[in-house]
């Protein structure tokens, strides 16, 4: 495994490991999730350079497409539990109660 190869994949289980055991703010979860798709945007874009074929050229484009929408959705979220139920807190959210 070349250290490029090694640097984003660990980037990525970092990221996959702060999400799994640092969910305390639902703020934390997002910025681990951004981690992640930003270390996947840049493998990809190392990725299509490498192969230098123009058919895999549009993907990173459409996946940082996603993750905006993505980063969206999720600090609409955010924002609307926190006027909901005063915090970010992923303890105080239950979803029986929506």
Same mark, same amino acid.
């Given at each position: 495994?070349?250290?490029?190869?090694?640097?984003?994949? =660990?980037?990525?289980?970092?990221?996959?490991?702060?999400?799994?055991?640092?969910?305390?703010?639902?703020?934390?979860?997002?910025?681990?999730?951004?981690?992640? @798709?930003?270390?996947l945007? @840049?493998?990809l !874009?190392?990725?299509?350079?490498q192969l230098? =074929?123009?058919?895999?050229?549009?993907?990173?484009?459409?996946?940082?497409?996603? !993750?905006?929408c993505?980063?969206?959705?999720?600090?609409?979220l955010?924002?609307?539990?926190?006027?909901?139920?005063?915090?970010?807190?992923?303890? !105080?959210?239950?979803?029986?109660?929506?």
């Open positions: 495994m070349t250290p490029v190869h090694f640097a984003f994949s =660990s980037t990525f289980i970092l990221g996959l490991a702060g999400l799994a055991f640092h969910r305390y703010h639902l703020l934390s979860a997002l910025l681990c999730l951004e981690g992640m @798709i930003l270390s945007f @840049i493998a !874009s190392l990725w299509t350079l230098d =074929s123009t058919t895999f050229s549009s993907s990173p484009i459409l996946l940082l497409a996603f !993750s905006a993505e980063a969206s959705a999720g600090l609409a955010l924002v609307a539990t926190a006027r909901t139920h005063g915090t970010d807190r992923l303890q !105080s959210l239950n979803l029986l109660q929506c």
